[in-house]
């Protein structure tokens, strides 16, 4: 197309000339992703909004809501519209936190909250650097993290992709996580804004607290690192905050975050919010994403019957066009790769940094006798839980990342010259082989559950005798789309596992041996009741694709565990301010009432701040 020598050009006119010379059809498809396929609902809708249902077995064979992306990156989440006669070119949006998830091989940094624990901002900000490495080598312009809302409960399913109960340590590490991704030049997105503290009912769930607690307790982390950072964009949340969407929400968006914070980035929904595109738009909901054609439509008939003021649009449209110079998509226009960063190469430094970054923020919960670190190489270990050999190394949604490996905790022993017992292992690889067969291969939205193995205690005694020490793994896998359970198996301890944890303690202690238990997870399950059996207790959290090196690198001592709980250990779940008030309140799944306020005394077994080390 011959261009028009006095066709205004981004970054070479002003944005108010660009946006004066786009047709109305333009305005609002860049103001709308470029997605346009409404059948890939996301998931399950509360019944105060107007969502189709969603089909029996959906879920099973949901692929992602990727599926039908088609811009130049495979596997991001969403694309934004280019107007090429204008000079304005399409930009890309990938997930985080834990590593860029696109279907290119990206690494997997440990979870956010072990970030968190390290309590090091400049760590943190070296792994924003690397996601941020990776972004500008496939492509993507923005990160979609970090996520940044209150751990306000453990059952919460996204505790893995937040960082702390606490926002003010929320505050610290996330600024430091964006400004670590934008000094290469792309853009982060804090997400979700805001009160977002559950998976269920999120898509419609109404938020109901005071004025002072949402400021104190639930904005306050978006505040500091709005201030402090100025990331490029924020994400709104699905929910409601005192009976307005968070899309929709003029207050939240418009009076406090660009009124009285100052952000000058712009505003995108959660992937396929959806009620009114007209009161997002209105509300300072820049960009809706990740785009359908009913949104167009209905933006572009609002246009014309006057419910839509195109001032509206021309203000957004600013918002989105400041940050669109920014991108890497449209100062280079167009070439991935500028810097000629070498991916073998920059995979194996971002490797080692994920396995540095998860030793350090490992949290040693307990250690009596000096039972870490493990002194001597050579020893025999009884290696127990399905944990030790199938270990998890992130959660699931759209957290997860397509990594290229990940390292499980007996190979790693097995390196370090540790000798686990033959024939416990072989019982525990055989049984996860065959669980596993039977079931849909691991993705995104799926990991295949595998039992534990119950040993008698004529077994741990023979155990106990035949090998130098013990080493259990509990775990707990949790992810986007849904909350924990307050059931056995989840955030209690089933009897199998209790038995476990006593039996061996007790087989163990008798032989003078000692017993570490380790802990992977995502976020708190009670351990009230067994924590006084093994010597030392070590939280790994999710560690990332180096997980079974780092979990080894603290254990021998190679790495002091540094860790401080970013979120407590409660003695018992009632203890949790938001017991009463989780996911709902007064039996009414529509609302939930954020009753605890602040400094609500907790009974706390570890409480925020807490870890040991050698
Ligand atoms: C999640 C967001 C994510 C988006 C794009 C949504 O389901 O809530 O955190 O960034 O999908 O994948």
């Given at each position: ?8 050009q ?5 944005d108010?000339r660009?946006?004066?010379t786009?047709?109305?059809?333009e ?12 059948n890939?609902?996301?998931e ?9 249902p969603?089909?029996e077995?959906?879920?099973e064979?949901?692929?992602g809501?990727?599926?039908t992306?088609?811009?130049k990156?495979s596997?991001a989440?969403?694309?934004?519209y ?8 399409e ?6 936190p834990?590593?860029?998830r696109?279907?290119?091989?990206c690494?997997?940094f440990?979870?956010?909250t072990l970030l968190a624990a390290t309590?090091?901002?400049d ?5 924003g650097?690397a996601?941020?490495e990776?972004m ?15 751990m306000?409960?453990p059952l ?14 929320a ?5 430091a996580?964006?400004?670590g ?5 792309v ?18 769930i ?16 978006f505040?500091?690192?709005v201030?402090?950072?100025?990331p490029?964009t ?6 409601k905050?005192n009976g307005?969407?968070a ?8 009076d406090?975050?660009r009124?009285?914070?100052g952000?000058?980035?712009?505003v ?5 919010a959806e009620?009114?595109?007209v009161?997002m ?10 785009g359908?054609d009913m949104?167009i ?6 246009l014309?019957?006057g419910?839509?003021?195109e ?5 957004n ?7 669109i110079?920014?991108?890497p ?9 500028p810097?000629?960063?070498?991916l073998?190469?920059?995979?194996k430094?971002?490797a080692d ?8 923020g490992?949290?040693l919960l307990?250690n ?6 493990l002194?001597r190489a050579?020893?025999r270990?009884?290696l ?17 990342v ?12 097995v390196q370090a010259g540790?000798?686990?017992d ?5 019982l525990?690889?055989?049984h ?11 993705s995104t ?5 595998v039992?534990?193995l119950e040993?008698?205690?004529?077994e ?14 509990l775990?707990?896998m949790?992810?986007?789309g849904?909350d924990?359970?307050?059931t056995e ?5 089933t009897?199998?596992?209790r038995?476990l ?9 008798k ?7 380790l802990?992977?997870i995502?976020a ?7 924590c006084?059996y ?6 790994t959290?999710?560690p990332g ?5 780092a979990?080894?690198?603290v254990l021998?001592?190679i790495q ?24 709902s ?12 306020g602040?400094a ?11 870890g040991?080390?050698?």
């Amino acid at each position: 197309m011959a261009l028009d020598s006095c066709t205004p050009q981004l970054g070479r006119s002003s944005d108010e000339r660009v946006i004066a010379t786009m047709t109305r059809e333009e305005k609002v498809r860049l103001l709308v992703g470029t997605c346009k396929d409404w059948n890939l609902v996301p998931e399950p809708a509360p019944a105060t909004i107007h969502r189709p249902p969603v089909p029996e077995g959906y879920w099973e064979n949901y692929q992602g809501n990727t599926a039908t992306m088609k811009g130049k990156v495979s596997g991001a989440a969403g694309v934004s519209y280019a107007i090429p006669r204008l000079g304005v070119p399409e930009i890309v949006f990938a997930d985080g936190p834990v590593g860029l998830r696109i279907d290119s091989v990206c690494t997997a940094f440990p979870s956010t909250t072990l970030l968190a624990a390290t309590r090091d901002t400049d760590l943190v900000y070296r792994v924003g650097k690397a996601i941020g490495e990776e972004m500008l080598y496939y492509g993507v312009d923005i990160l979609l993290a970090p996520g940044i809302n209150n751990m306000r409960n453990p059952l919460c399913g996204r505790n893995y992709e937040y960082m702390s109960s606490d926002p003010d340590i929320a505050a610290d590490m996330a600024a430091a996580y964006v400004r670590g991704v934008q000094s290469m030049g792309v853009g982060a997105c804090i997400k979700h804004f805001a009160a977002n503290n559950q998976e269920t009912y999120r898509n419609g769930i109404d938020v109901q607290v005071a004025d002072s607690v949402l400021r104190g307790l639930y904005l306050r982390a978006f505040e500091r690192v709005v201030k402090e950072a100025q990331p490029w964009t924020v994400m709104s949340s699905y929910n409601k905050v005192n009976g307005v969407y968070a899309s929709e929400n003029t207050y939240l968006l418009t009076d406090i975050l660009r009124g009285e914070w100052g952000f000058d980035g712009f505003v995108m929904t959660d992937w396929w919010a959806e009620e009114d595109p007209v009161r997002m738009q209105q509300a300072g909901n820049d960009m809706l994403m990740p785009g359908t054609d009913m949104q167009i439509d209905t933006l572009l008939v609002a246009l014309a019957d006057g419910r839509l003021a195109e001032a509206v649009l021309d203000r957004n449209l600013l918002n989105v066009l400041r940050i669109i110079r920014r991108c890497p998509s449209f100062r280079n226009q167009g070439t991935t790769n500028p810097d000629g960063l070498c991916l073998q190469q920059m995979l194996k430094t971002h490797a080692d940094l994920a396995r540095s970054a998860a030793a350090k923020g490992m949290v040693l919960l307990k250690n009596d006798n000096g039972a870490l670190p493990l002194n001597r190489a050579g020893q025999r270990v009884a290696l127990l839980g399905k944990g030790s050999y199938d270990t998890y190394v992130g959660g699931t949604g759209s957290g997860r990342v397509s990594r290229a490996y990940a390292v499980m905790l007996n190979d790693a022993l097995v390196q370090a010259g540790y000798t686990p017992d033959a024939a416990v292992t072989n019982l525990y690889t055989e049984h996860i082989r065959h669980s596993r067969s039977v079931q849909p291969e691991e993705s995104t939205w799926y990991m295949p559950y595998v039992s534990e193995l119950e040993w008698s205690r004529s077994e741990l005694q023979d155990m106990a005798r035949n090998n130098d020490l013990c080493i259990i793994t509990l775990q707990r896998m949790a992810g986007e789309g849904g909350d924990r359970h307050l059931t056995e198996g989840d955030y209690y301890l089933t009897s199998v596992e209790r038995s476990l944890i006593r039996d061996a303690s007790e087989a163990f202690h008798k032989q003078g041996k000692p017993v570490v238990l380790l802990l992977n997870i995502g976020a708190s399950v009670e351990l009230t009741d067994v924590c006084a059996y093994p010597d030392a207790i070590l939280l790994t959290w999710l560690p990332g694709q180096e997980a079974g090196h780092a979990i080894t690198d603290v254990l021998t001592g190679i790495q002091q565990p540094q860790g401080k709980l970013p979120m407590p250990f409660y003695v018992r779940y009632e203890d949790v301010p938001s017991a009463a008030n989780f996911p709902s309140s007064d039996g009414n799944p529509n609302i939930v009432i954020y009753r605890e306020g602040f400094a609500q005394p907790e009974r706390t077994l570890y409480p925020v701040g807490f870890g040991l080390t050698y």
